[in-house]
C-alpha cells in the first residue's frame, strides 16, 4: 500500500470532521464544534506523519502527537503549534464541567481548517 493510499481515509475524515465542525458553530454548539475540531486536527496530523514519514502513532499521548507532528517534515513543522494549541482544547470539549466559549470553539475551528489544508496541500503534492 503506498502512504497516498493509507493517507486517503484519514484526509476524507479531517474535511468530514472539519466540515462538521463549522456546520455546528452556526448552531452555537460549541463543545461540540470543538471537539470535532480537535479530531480533524488529529486526522490530518495523521496525512502529514504518513506522507512525510511513512507512519503515525494512534497513541493517547497528545504531546508525542505534537512531537511526531514536528518531526514529519517542514510542513509538520510549520502546523506544530496549530495543532498543540488545538490538542490544548480537548479536555474542556469533551471532559470538563466548563464548557467551550465561542471564541474559543471559532479559534479550535480554524486551527483544524489550517491543519486540513496542510494535509490537503502535501497530499495533492505527494507523488505517491
Do not use: W
Not at 61 to 73: E, F, I
Not at 90 to 105: E, G, I, L, N, R
Not at 115 to 122: G, H, I, T, Y
Amino acid at each position: 500500500m503506498s502512504r497516498k493510499d493509507e493517507a486517503r481515509p484519514h484526509l476524507a475524515k479531517a474535511e468530514e470532521y472539519v466540515d462538521a465542525a463549522g456546520l455546528v458553530m452556526e448552531y452555537g454548539r460549541y463543545n461540540a464544534a470543538c471537539s470535532l475540531a480537535v479530531t480533524a486536527g488529529i486526522n490530518s496530523k495523521d496525512v502529514i506523519c504518513i506522507l512525510s514519514v511513512g507512519y503515525t502513532d494512534k497513541s493517547d499521548n497528545h504531546g508525542k502527537a505534537v512531537d511526531d507532528l514536528r518531526k514529519s517534515g517542514p510542513i509538520g513543522k510549520r502546523m506544530t503549534e496549530t495543532l498543540r494549541k488545538l490538542l490544548g482544547q480537548k479536555t474542556k470539549s469533551q471532559y470538563s464541567p466548563a464548557s467551550v466559549s465561542a471564541t474559543d470553539a471559532d479559534a479550535a475551528v480554524k486551527r483544524a481548517e489550517r491543519l486540513f489544508d496542510a494535509a490537503k496541500e502535501l497530499f495533492s503534492t505527494t507523488a505517491r
